[in-house]
């Protein structure tokens, strides 16, 4: 089945380092990746969405690549702020309407 | 738009009573999952529904757990004689057939589930 693996459980920096998040997928075909993150008390919210068709995908300063060939999928932030402490989940979607399969997540505390 | 709503934030129940948690789901989308979070499994995939139909149950426990979609606007999931295991935050999510969203999982805020 799919797979998604997180080996960064917790991540802990200072404001204005640079983040590296990195996730590695097993699947049988090339799926669409995602970045969620989720906030004390509430759900997973989307961050980012790539796909085979882009390979790169970047918001509110976040930026994720996709590695078709090592099938690892990374997440960076060249200056991170204390806002941006939360959990950090990749997941994958192996094709339209299906489920999302999700690592276990990186906690990433910024100190101010 | 609300965003997808779940029912009740926190519910406590006693070893072998019944929960049901409630979901409903963001206007105009055709999917609807549900998902169980704890520190120790992380985000587990449970069950979904395409336009209202069970499509993948393949998560569920197959004794105690049911899961229902009556019409478009909500989704129950049942959890009968309720064990200390089942405690952990249960999610709903949304997501819609169409352009950019296609594949987007929208979240609600959850329902923390404890069994004393």
């Known amino acids: 089945g799919d797979s998604v693996t997180q080996k960064q459980g917790q991540v802990t920096l200072s404001e204005d380092d640079f983040l590296f998040i990195n996730c590695t997928y097993s699947t049988t075909t090339y799926p669409t990746l995602f970045w969620y993150v989720q906030y004390p008390g509430q759900g997973p919210q989307l961050l980012l969405k790539?796909?085979?068709?882009?390979n790169k995908g970047i918001s509110r300063g976040f930026e994720a690549t996709y590695d078709k060939g090592t099938t690892s999928f990374h997440l960076q932030k060249a200056s991170v702020q204390e806002s941006d402490s939360a959990v950090y989940f990749c997941?994958?979607?192996?094709?339209?309407?299906?489920?999302?399969?999700f690592g276990t997540g990186t906690s990433l505390l910024v100190d101010p | 738009n609300a965003g997808v709503i779940q029912t009740p934030r926190h519910k406590v129940t006693g070893k072998g009573q019944e929960a049901t948690l409630w979901c409903e789901p963001i206007?105009?989308?055709?999917?609807v999952f549900w998902y169980r979070q704890t520190i120790v499994q992380g985000l587990e995939f449970l069950t979904y529904f395409r336009n209202q139909a069970p499509i993948d149950d393949s998560g569920m426990p197959k004794e105690r757990f049911s899961a229902q979609m009556p019409n478009q606007s909500h989704s129950t999931l049942k959890i009968q004689s309720t064990q200390p295991q089942d405690s952990a935050v249960y999610l709903c999510?949304?997501?819609?057939?169409?352009?950019?969203?296609?594949?987007?999982?929208?979240f609600g805020s959850g329902t923390r589930l404890t069994v004393l």
């Open positions: 790539v796909t085979t068709a882009n």
């Open positions: 997941a994958l979607s192996r094709n339209m309407g299906y489920k999302l399969t």
């Open positions: 999510a949304s997501s819609s057939d169409w352009g950019y969203s296609a594949e987007t999982l929208y």
């Open positions: 206007s105009g989308h055709s999917a």
